[in-house]
Each structure stands twice: as structure tokens, then as C-alpha cells.
């Protein structure tokens, strides 16, 4: 037995309990909640992680970061979706047909690939681009499929990192492991996603060697198929330090990477106009308790550069809990100090910014951004609904100067 902070911060020294676990009874079980919920052990890189047994995460407590809200089959989307609900809700819950799980526990994946490596995808928030192309190779258009904005939720979602909880610890190790431990039961187009991925680790001297190998071995595929004159993409996904102007265009300096990521006029401005806010944020300043994810679809050049042809940012607070506006920000990191078990709006609770899950009954937190009659009545409808569901209410008008109101104190747990 031990404890799931100290394995989420090193899974190494849990790694002969989890293989006792595998051989003897083939799971892990997760004490959280009466009864225990299975575990799946699942093998990265030669080291075993724990991942959510498919389709029984809302079975965990609510404090547990395991827990996961109740699976997208179960919801029934009626009305199109808004670019500001994509934001404040699970991405399987937009789009179920682009994420289907099968009976192995393996996620089936279909996202948008630009067709023609000199002609970017659009980046729609809640559109549909032109039937995708595999990374290489053709592939069935004949179901929905996730932009990559909606992939990167979607993401996000299933590793439960638009959740905080009591007593959690986040930075960025602890990102990638969550992903690429969920990453390991998806598969796009036939292929598996941490065979296309890459994700920066934090820089450490005593793995510069491995790490290095880990690059080479995302990167050099892609060169190769560039020399040969192929086409061959991959995922990148990393936290944005810096974009500056280049000659032909942009690149984006990432975190943990020595080589910039360049970018054509045309994707840029997409991006622009997709996430006007993150690109505000940057450069990365230490008075800014936030962080700027970005979601790239990358191949190489010849030269042996990386070339983005698509991307998607996101604005995240300073635990990587997404944002859309800088209120949002305010909010997420305080209630992330103060220790409060909270998640974005979904489900019953659709459209409000956050839900503070350790109160009694639950509150909505509705934050009014704007107050324009249009926007005001959104966020009017959006807050009796969440009455009708039986949350209890919080406002925030910060674009009338409100200043921040008291948060709702958690209820008091008996011992």
C-alpha cells in the first residue's frame, strides 16, 4: 500500500508493489471509496503507472485524482455547442463519435490532419475541418472528428487536469506522466498516441543523456521522412515560453527545449485568433502564475528543423487548470492555494466557470466577464439552471470593478 501523492510525484519506488499487483491479481485497487475500485497497471517505457479503470472513474471520490466525471455516452448533447462551452465542458461530451472506446479499453481517436503540408488546417473552435489525412498514410473519414482544440481539451478532461483537489501537488513531471500514462490506451489512425507524442520533461543534469535519446528517438523519424521527401507528422506537446518573429514567420520557444518550433504568417494568425489571451501572456513573466500549453502538430524540414502545420494553445493557471479569461485565472489559482476541491462547469453544471466541489450542496461559480444585455442574460440562464440542479450560487462581476467576493467556505468533514 502507499500513498497516490507520493506516487504520482515518483512512481519508481512503487514499481515492485504495482508489479506484485500485476502478476498476483492482474489490477491495483484504489482505496478512496467503499469498495475499492479496480486499477489498470499499465506498462510506459518500461515503467508500470496506474491508470482508471475504463468507465469507473465517477465511482472515485471526488478528492481522488483518479476520479473522472461520469463517461460521454451517458450525456446527450442537443443543442450546438458554443466556443465558450467547449471551453467549460469535456470535450467527449461534444464530440462522442470522434472518441470511442472499445472493448480492449483502447480509445479509437479521430482528429483533423491538414491534407496538404502547405496548407494549414483552420482552427475552428467548434467547427468541422476537411476530412483528415493520417499522419502519413489515408485514413476513414467516416465518423466525426476532434480539432486539435478539442483534442488538447479532450485531453486535458481524461487526465483530470481541470480538477483540483485537497491536498494535491501539480507541476509539469507530474503533467506528462498523467498523459502519457493515458496516452498509452489511445490510439489515432491505427497508431499509438506515445509512438507520435513528445512531451518536454523538466530538465534534470543527471538524465541529460536519456533525455536527449527521448528526443531523438520523437524527432528522427520525422527527418528521415523528410530527407526521402515524405510526409510524417507528430504531437508535441509542451509549455510556450516565448513566440517571436523570424524572417519567414514565427517560431515558439518551449519550455525544456533547446530548438525553437517555426511557424508560417498564416498559422499564426489562426492561432491569434484562437487564443488571443495566451499569446497576450506571453513571454512568461514570474509575476504571472499561469501557463501557456500548446498542443502542436509538428514535421521536420529538411534542414532538421521542426515546422508546425497546426496548433492549438491554452491558457492554464498555475497548476494547469485551463482558463479563458483572466478572471478565471485569478480565481483558479486562488482556489488552488487555498486548498479547495473544485472542477470546470459540466454536466448539470454546464457553463459555469467553476464548481466548488467540498461545499454542501455544491456551488456554481458564474463569473460575469462582460456586461453587454446579450452576455449578461447567457450568464442569467446559465445560473438558474444550475438552481434548478440544486447548486448553491456564486457571482463575480469583475467588469463592474467588483472585487473578488469570499469564496464559500468548504463544509466541515466529521472525523
Given at each position: 500500500m502507499f500513498e497516490a501523492q507520493d506516487y504520482l510525484?515518483?512512481?519508481?519506488?512503487?514499481?515492485?508493489?504495482?508489479?506484485?499487483?500485476?502478476?498476483?491479481?492482474?489490477?491495483?485497487?484504489?482505496?478512496?471509496?467503499?469498495?475499492?475500485?479496480?486499477?489498470?497497471?499499465?506498462?510506459?517505457?518500461?515503467?508500470?503507472?496506474?491508470?482508471?479503470?475504463?468507465?469507473?472513474?465517477?465511482?472515485?471520490?471526488?478528492?481522488?485524482?483518479?476520479?473522472?466525471?461520469?463517461?460521454?455516452?451517458?450525456?446527450?448533447?442537443?443543442?450546438?455547442?458554443?466556443?465558450?462551452?467547449?471551453?467549460?465542458?469535456?470535450?467527449?461530451?461534444?464530440?462522442?463519435?470522434?472518441?470511442?472506446?472499445?472493448?480492449?479499453?483502447?480509445?479509437?481517436?479521430?482528429?483533423?490532419?491538414?491534407?496538404?503540408?502547405?496548407?494549414?488546417?483552420?482552427?475552428?473552435?467548434?467547427?468541422?475541418?476537411?476530412p483528415p489525412e493520417r499522419l502519413g498514410v489515408g485514413v476513414s473519414t467516416s465518423r466525426d472528428s476532434f480539432s486539435l482544440q478539442q483534442f488538447l481539451s479532450w485531453i486535458w478532461d481524461a487526465t483530470s487536469m481541470a480538477r483540483w483537489g485537497?491536498?494535491?501537488?501539480?507541476?509539469?513531471?507530474r503533467v506528462s506522466r498523467a498523459i502519457r500514462t493515458e496516452a498509452g490506451a489511445i490510439s489515432i489512425c491505427g497508431e499509438r498516441l506515445n509512438d507520435m507524442l513528445y512531451i518536454p520533461p523538466p530538465f534534470r543534469k543527471d538524465r541529460e543523456v536519456e533525455i536527449?535519446?527521448?528526443?531523438?528517438?520523437?524527432?528522427?523519424?520525422?527527418?528521415?521522412?523528410?530527407?526521402?521527401?515524405?510526409?510524417?507528422?507528430?504531437?508535441?506537446?509542451?509549455?510556450?515560453?516565448?513566440?517571436?518573429r523570424t524572417e519567414y514567420g514565427y517560431k515558439f520557444q518551449a519550455r525544456n527545449m533547446a530548438r525553437p518550433v517555426f511557424m508560417?504568417?498564416?498559422?499564426?494568425?489562426?492561432?491569434?485568433?484562437?487564443?488571443p489571451l495566451s499569446l497576450a501572456f506571453l513571454p512568461r513573466r514570474k509575476e504571472l502564475k499561469?501557463?501557456?500549453v500548446a498542443l502542436l502538430l509538428v514535421e521536420s524540414t529538411e534542414k532538421g528543423n521542426l515546422r508546425a502545420i497546426n496548433a492549438s494553445l491554452m491558457l492554464t493557471s498555475e497548476k494547469y487548470v485551463p482558463v479563458s479569461t483572466k478572471y478565471?485565472?485569478?480565481?483558479?489559482?486562488?482556489?488552488?492555494?487555498?486548498?479547495?476541491?473544485?472542477?470546470?462547469?459540466?454536466?448539470?453544471?454546464?457553463?459555469?466557470?467553476?464548481?466548488?466541489?467540498?461545499?454542501?450542496?455544491?456551488?456554481?461559480?458564474?463569473?460575469?466577464?462582460?456586461?453587454?444585455?446579450?452576455?449578461?442574460r447567457q450568464r442569467d440562464r446559465i445560473v438558474e439552471e444550475c438552481e434548478r440542479n440544486g447548486c448553491a450560487i456564486w457571482k463575480w462581476e469583475p467588469a463592474g470593478a467588483q472585487a473578488l467576493p469570499p469564496v464559500p467556505r468548504p463544509r466541515i468533514v466529521a472525523s
Open positions: 510525484d515518483d512512481p519508481l519506488p512503487a514499481q515492485g508493489y504495482l508489479n506484485q499487483a500485476r502478476t498476483q491479481h492482474g489490477h491495483a485497487l484504489c482505496l478512496c471509496s467503499t469498495p475499492h475500485r479496480q486499477m489498470v497497471i499499465r506498462e510506459v517505457n518500461r515503467v508500470l503507472y496506474l491508470a482508471v479503470w475504463p468507465n469507473d472513474g465517477h465511482h472515485h471520490d471526488l478528492c481522488c485524482e483518479f476520479y473522472r466525471e461520469p463517461n460521454s455516452a451517458e450525456v446527450e448533447q442537443k443543442e450546438p455547442v458554443t466556443g465558450h462551452q467547449l471551453q467549460n465542458q469535456p470535450s467527449k461530451s461534444i464530440l462522442t463519435p470522434a472518441a470511442r472506446l472499445n472493448a480492449e479499453g483502447i480509445w479509437d481517436i479521430n482528429v483533423d490532419v491538414p491534407r496538404d503540408r502547405s496548407k494549414p488546417v483552420q482552427i475552428e473552435p467548434t467547427g468541422h475541418q476537411a485537497s491536498g494535491w501537488r501539480r507541476d509539469w513531471w536527449h535519446s527521448e528526443y531523438m528517438a520523437f524527432v528522427q523519424p520525422l527527418i528521415d521522412a523528410a530527407a526521402k521527401g515524405q510526409v510524417r507528422r507528430g504531437f508535441l506537446l509542451c509549455e510556450i515560453k516565448a513566440v517571436d508560417d504568417e498564416q498559422l499564426h494568425a489562426q492561432v491569434a485568433k484562437q487564443a499561469c501557463s501557456v478565471e485565472l485569478e480565481l483558479a489559482n486562488q482556489l488552488c492555494e487555498t486548498n479547495r476541491t473544485f472542477t470546470r462547469g459540466a454536466g448539470r453544471h454546464l457553463g459555469a466557470d467553476f464548481v466548488l466541489r467540498d461545499t454542501d450542496p455544491a456551488t456554481a461559480m458564474v463569473i460575469y466577464s462582460l456586461l453587454t444585455p446579450d452576455y449578461v
